[in-house]
């Protein structure tokens, strides 16, 4: 089992960055897939990044491509989410989120574990 705890949400005005932390706990992070998902007011939870469990791999939802970037720390179990060009449309509380399912998951039922969600808002 792992624990999850995100961090670095805030306010930022539209072109700014951020970057979220997650801070795993119990179980090594790198036996996960490890994932972030955002939930904006009135919608549906959705897949914004992931990176495998050898870390060699991430995968990313259209709309952050180029934008996001997702990486680990192994020393420090700790998974971050560095978001650049930041957009409006990018408000949300974002949630990290570890999966024991092997391959690229993007379906929020093949994640096992959930933070607690912190909340980004930007500012147009």
């Known amino acids: 089992q792992v624990q999850l705890v995100e961090s670095g949400g805030g306010l930022v005005q539209a072109g700014g960055s951020l970057r979220l932390s997650c801070a795993a706990s119990?179980?090594?992070?790198?036996?996960?897939?490890m994932g972030w998902f955002r939930q904006a007011p009135g919608k549906e939870r959705e897949f914004v990044a992931l990176?495998?469990?050898?870390?060699?791999?991430?995968y990313y939802v259209d709309s952050v491509k180029g934008r996001f970037t997702i990486s680990g720390d192994d020393a420090k179990n700790t998974v971050y989410l560095q978001m650049n060009s930041l957009k409006p449309e990018d408000t949300a509380v974002y949630y990290c989120?570890?999966?024991?399912?092997?391959?690229?998951?993007?379906?929020?039922?093949?994640?096992?574990?959930w933070g607690q969600g912190t909340q980004v808002t930007v500012s147009s």
């Open positions: 989120t570890a999966s024991t399912w092997s391959g690229l998951q993007i379906r929020r039922d093949k994640y096992d574990y």
């Open positions: 990176i495998n469990r050898s870390g060699d791999r991430t």
């Open positions: 119990g179980r090594t992070f790198s036996s996960y897939t």
